[in-house]
């Protein structure tokens, strides 16, 4: 009897460790998740910011098009205003009055 009641004993503390460790990878996981959430969208905010510097670099110096750093910039003048564009969508558009 002593020894199948220690076997017992013994299951249940590696259920509880085993238990233990699943809880931890669980909340590793979802932190690792959250940190890889930030870093995407701190990326996403880089490349914006590089996109306007770029843009107002350009209208700075006047030119239409401008490629710096990977990024290329188009701007469009006309009558009605200033429209600039990169990578196909628009980063800003401003009208005269």
Do not use: D, P
């Not at 700075?60 to 990977?70: D, V």
């Amino acid at each position: 009897m002593v020894v199948i009641r220690k076997r017992t004993v013994n299951a249940y503390i590696l259920v509880e460790a085993l238990f233990s460790l699943f809880i931890f990878a669980m909340i590793v996981s979802l932190l690792l998740e959250s940190v890889r959430g930030l870093r995407l969208n701190q990326e996403s905010l880089h490349h914006q910011r590089e996109e306007r510097e770029t843009a107002l670099i350009a209208l700075q110096t006047g030119q239409t098009r401008l490629n710096l750093n990977g990024i290329e910039v188009e701007v469009q003048r006309s009558e009605e205003g200033v429209r600039i564009q990169s990578e196909g969508k628009e980063i800003l558009h401003v009208l005269k009055k």
